[in-house]
């Protein structure tokens, strides 16, 4: 392999993954189902249609692909959806990748859920290594977190975020901004999570994926929320930084964080450390552009992970400055097409 590059660690058989721009991949995303128990206005149209089940790759498979990255240098899983907690033996992976925590390769295994089967899972998540959650909950009010999840139970989603409080589990909420629908519950959401001790994220919505309904209604955008925020709260800008579109500040009247992602904007980009993989093993470079490699047919091709490799070195070389959204003010249709239980967000 001739001499090793400045990003070739000693204790890693193969180089670790740098795209053109000089960013390290270190981070990898898993939707491991396209499904969900849930049919939220502004991730999924009611009458989903999803993937046939032999399209999926199999425990064992998504498993060879997070080590392969592991390999290259991945540092941090998040295995996300749909819903992760409805594939069926989920558990069964999260204990077979827990070997590289253990080994030392990997820092840690996150996973993003709705939280409506925790309170099943929180301990055996916890004792497979897992030491922090995120659970999107855009509302603490149940008939209106029924009309934002369509199938949702606030009752069940409750439970499991006590059961994660009580195995140890460290909490964080993710609440998807929506005007006219929950932007008067910020403030109390925010109060509810800090004085929990947990930690709260606001999204702005993404034109991801066409969901029967028009997404410029539903916008409601962070700047604004910030700034009636600071109405009434100091917030404390913090230099945390998780290579994402999440900016942090701290509250000082609340004592707690408090994260702005505001995929719209480009600010993240240039400190982009991620990739994201679907349950068909298709990766993709950029959350925000359509350019996708198969990594199944490598993956299948051959027991040895030579080809597999190649398309992911393929695949990095080509990961995009940045990406294109554009909400279209004039119509419906989504800047891109695929929703984001394919991606996991
Ligand atoms: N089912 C799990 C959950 O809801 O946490 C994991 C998958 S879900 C796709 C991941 C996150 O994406 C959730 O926090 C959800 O609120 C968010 N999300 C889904 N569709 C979105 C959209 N169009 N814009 C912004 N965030 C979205
Ligand atoms: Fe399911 Fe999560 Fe999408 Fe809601 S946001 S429909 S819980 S995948």
Not at 75 to 97: A, I, W, Y
Not at 257 to 278: A, D, Q, Y
Request: proline content about 5%; some cysteine.
């Amino acid at each position: 392999m001739g001499t090793p590059s400045p990003h070739f660690s000693a204790t890693q058989a193969r180089p670790q993954l740098v795209d053109p721009f000089g960013r390290e991949i270190t981070y990898l995303r898993i939707s491991v189902t396209d499904r969900c128990d849930f049919r939220c206005v502004y991730c999924m149209a009611e009458n989903m249609t999803f993937l046939p089940k032999r399209d999926l790759l199999t425990l064992e498979e998504l498993d060879r692909l997070c080590s392969a990255f592991v390999a290259r240098g991945v540092r941090k899983l998040r295995l996300t959806g749909g819903e992760p907690l409805v594939r069926r033996n989920l558990m069964d992976l999260v204990r077979s990748l827990s070997r590289h925590l253990d080994a030392g390769t990997l820092e840690e295994i996150t996973l993003t859920t709705n939280g409506s089967q925790l309170s099943r899972f929180a301990d055996e998540l916890r004792a497979a290594g897992v030491r922090r959650v995120n659970i999107s909950l855009d509302t603490l009010d149940p008939d209106r977190f029924k009309s934002i999840t369509r199938w949702g139970d606030l009752g069940k989603v409750m439970d499991g975020l006590r059961a994660a409080e009580e195995a140890g589990l460290n909490v964080k909420i993710n609440m998807v901004a929506l005007r006219d629908v929950n932007a008067e519950e910020i403030e109390p959401m925010m109060r509810f999570c800090h004085e929990r001790g947990h930690d709260l994220t606001l999204i702005e919505t993404m034109p991801l994926g066409d969901i029967e309904g028009d997404r410029t209604d539903q916008f409601l955008a962070l700047s604004e929320v910030r700034r009636r925020l600071e109405e009434t709260y100091t917030l404390e800008p913090l230099p945390d930084r998780t290579g994402g579109p999440a900016r942090y500040v701290r509250v000082r009247e609340t004592g707690g964080r408090l994260g702005f992602i505001t995929p719209l904007t480009h600010n993240f980009c240039e400190s982009c450390n991620r990739v994201r993989l679907t349950c068909t093993g298709t990766l993709y470079m950029c959350l925000g552009q359509e350019d996708a490699a198969d990594l199944r047919a490598p993956l299948r091709a051959s027991e040895a992970d030579d080809l597999l490799h190649e398309e992911i070195d393929r695949a990095i070389a080509r990961k995009p400055k940045g990406h294109d959204f554009i909400i279209d003010r004039r119509g419906q249709a989504p800047a891109l097409t695929r929703h984001m239980s394919v991606t996991g967000g």
